[in-house]
């Protein structure tokens, strides 16, 4: 095994990691794809090479698992195992917030780490726990390079009418703007673009990352114009667990009248909502698509009436729209809900391809098609390990 640099997608109850190793002609490759997940619960250890053979699939001591540090330290002892003699070049990191200032990926110090911890309450469910996973490769491995990429950073850049939030100045100098996220799958998304479709790689594409968080995002020539997911990530579509847009009336009404609290709230609005609230059922796609229940069948209506919703608001955005595509766990392996999608922008002049939408495509309308429509796989690791090498100089 050659030296390799690490990407970790650090989130509450799971530690995603993937092994690149170090770029050769034709780039990374990825050497192992796994996680550590049911941190605190019930942790288990899965690992997967590049072709899908398993390399590791193991319950782990729930006793000694409690938290994203421990998952690390769990990590470090199976590298080190597998790849022994070999030496880790870098370490890059999903963080799910970078604020207005982070407008690219940056190398990780101390003082950056401060001050994307000031960012916690904007992302109070994920930039915590990328941050402790920073946090606990540093006090292991402190000569190790680290590389911060962040969620937000592709969407910088989009005119301020899109960014701007309508409240009083004094209150939008404390950060209050549309910052979007899934910023690093539309990066991916826009970089494979020009090679996997290249006659509208140039124009007005709107990318539908569907999974159990899910938006949209209008790209021009390849740049982010503007997204559904805005201050924070609850806004926009509907996603497993959040709502999306909601009127703030509705917020306001359930702390005064209700009286909930915040925490009620927060866990309502991150964890409690979306599929999952409506339907009463599941957050799970999946699950949801073969339910007779009304309740089930209205949860999936919604989340289709308001992707399409969100798709002609888009649209004006982007003064009309050149290509569609569909990325992510859903936006991916979702035919029935491509085909509702799609059947939903028809008026855009969207035409599908009956039988390449359950072939997943990957081009799966018609050749007279006004809009191209395609299904892309993406790949927000190899997006880090690309701006982990870049930074660190690996290529
Ligand atoms: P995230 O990375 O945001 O956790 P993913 O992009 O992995 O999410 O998407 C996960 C979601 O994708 C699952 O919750 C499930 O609802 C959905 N999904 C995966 N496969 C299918 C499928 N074949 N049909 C419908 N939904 C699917």
Redesign the pocket.
């Known amino acids: 095994m050659n030296d390799y640099a690490l990407v970790l997608n650090a989130g509450s109850s799971s530690l995603k990691f993937c092994v690149f190793q170090r770029p050769q002609q034709e780039g990374w490759r990825l050497a192992a794809r796994g996680q550590i997940e049911g941190i605190g619960t019930a942790p288990r250890l899965s690992a997967k090479d590049d072709g899908g053979k398993s390399l590791a699939d193991e319950r782990l001591d729930a006793g000694s698992v409690r938290d994203g540090r421990a998952a690390v330290d769990v990590l470090a002892a199976w590298l080190r195992a597998r790849y022994g003699g070999a030496r880790v070049l870098g370490v890059g990191h999903r963080v799910v917030h970078g604020g207005a200032r982070f407008t690219s990926p940056t190398v990780v110090s101390r003082q950056l780490l401060a001050e994307l911890a000031e960012l916690i309450p904007l992302a109070p469910l994920h930039q915590p726990y990328n941050l402790a996973a920073i946090e606990a490769v540093f006090e292991r491995l402190p000569d190790v390079p680290q590389v911060a990429c962040f969620d937000t950073s592709f969407h910088r850049g989009q005119p301020a009418v899109a960014e701007v939030l309508p409240l009083p100045l004094d209150l939008r100098q404390h950060g209050l703007q549309r910052y979007g996220f899934h910023g690093l799958s539309y990066e991916y998304i826009a970089s494979v673009l020009p090679s996997v479709a290249p006659e509208m790689a140039g124009g007005r594409v709107i990318v539908a990352h569907l ?3 899910a938006s949209l995002c209008a790209l021009k020539e390849g740049r982010s114009v503007d997204s559904t997911l805005g201050f924070t990530a609850l806004d926009g579509l509907c996603m ?1 667990t959040r709502p999306g847009t909601l009127d703030p009336g509705v917020v306001l009404y359930l702390f005064q009248s209700l009286n909930l609290s915040p925490k009620d709230v927060e866990a309502l609005l991150y964890k409690k909502s979306g599929l999952l609230g409506i339907s009463g059922i599941s ?4 699950d949801l ?1 073969y339910r007779s229940e009304p309740e089930a069948r209205l949860a999936v209506e919604y989340f289709v009436y308001r992707a399409a919703r969100e798709i002609g608001a888009l649209a004006a955005v982007l003064g009309g729209v050149d290509g569609l595509v569909f990325t ?3 936006g991916e ?2 035919a029935e ?1 491509r085909r509702r999608i799609c059947m939903a922008s028809g008026w855009l002049g969207v035409e599908l391809d009956a039988e390449e939408n359950v072939g997943h495509g990957p081009r799966i309308s018609t050749r007279q098609s006004r809009v191209s429509v395609w299904v892309i796989p993406t790949n927000e690791e190899l997006m880090i390990a690309r701006h982990t090498g870049t930074l660190l100089g690996l290529r």
């Open positions: 999974g159990s968080g497993g957050n799970d796609m999946r698509l992510a766990g859903i392996n979702s809900i």
